[in-house]
């Protein structure tokens, strides 16, 4: 059991984080696999960022030199996706540009998860996945039933516990029914927001990897509150929206309607946010 507050404090830097993506707009570089590239961009849009999904070899690295953000997503690796992922994420780093890793349902398929732990070795600013997944990345299982988890964030707070105090990440973010998110500056937070819903449309999780990016492009300098902000906005969106939704099919185009929608005091009003002890040291 860990002891655990309130925050209200973590609301409204939420709520200040997304006004500053909405003023300045980041372009969010996506690697993304094929099966979200249309949820993705219409989320990145919805919530104030713009998107592009730029996966050529001999492109994507003079694109993440200029985006303000790459997302790299590992759910449909084909060739040549895989080594624009490893061009762009190499880019990144030269550049300084803040790149999040996705691990898609790696762990038990060997090609994902080879390319996972390349891009792993890389030092991606954030990792944001599925317990199982933020697990396998980690060497600490053998991953989950493909994109499902079996295993819960609890599970996974150790590993990324240990992977954040060894500066081997800047950030991790765990999802589930409530989400973990640890890094130096925040130690470890939960989001207890979101809905079941989510799991039931293409491309719920893999969107927030993107939104997390566009965040973590307007706090470069902060990558643990850039995660728990773009997981309560993408969390409380979802939540407010499944209020109206008779089920998946109305819920999706009503999340993007609340993502673009989604004021400041929504954000303080709604957020439940909590910050346990001790911090994660630096």
Do not use: K
């Amino acid at each position: 059991m860990h002891t655990a507050a309130p925050a209200p404090d973590w609301a409204r830097r939420t709520a200040e984080l997304l006004e500053a993506v909405r003023a300045r707009s980041p372009l969010v570089h996506c690697i993304t696999n094929t099966v979200v590239q249309n949820v993705t961009a219409n989320v990145l849009l919805a919530l104030g960022a713009s998107a592009a999904m730029v996966d050529v070899v001999t492109e994507a690295g003079p694109f993440a030199r200029v985006a303000d953000a790459l997302l790299v997503n590992t759910g449909t690796p084909h060739a040549e996706p895989r080594a624009a992922s490893l061009e762009a994420a190499l880019a990144a780093v030269d550049a300084g540009t803040p790149w999040v890793l996705d691990p898609v349902a790696v762990g038990s398929l060997p090609v994902r998860t080879a390319l996972a732990r390349d891009l792993m070795a890389l030092g991606p600013t954030v990792l944001r996945g599925n317990a199982s997944e933020v697990l396998a990345v980690l060497g600490a299982s053998a991953g989950g039933r493909g994109v499902d988890s079996t295993v819960g964030t609890d599970d996974a707070r150790p590993a990324a516990v240990d992977a954040v105090a060894a500066r081997r990440l800047a950030a991790v973010a765990v999802s589930g029914p409530v989400d973990l998110l640890v890094a130096p500056s925040i130690g470890t937070v939960r989001v207890a927001n979101g809905t079941e819903l989510l799991t039931r449309i293409t491309g719920g999780g893999c969107a927030l990897g993107a939104v997390v990016a566009a965040f973590t492009a307007v706090s470069p300098e902060d990558p643990g509150a850039a995660a728990v902000a773009a997981t309560a906005v993408h969390t409380i969106a979802a939540e407010l929206a499944a209020r109206e939704a008779g089920g998946p099919g109305t819920f999706q185009p009503l999340f993007l309607d609340r993502l673009a929608s989604l004021s400041p005091d929504d954000v303080v009003r709604t957020a439940r946010i909590t910050v346990e002890s001790p911090a994660v040291a630096a």
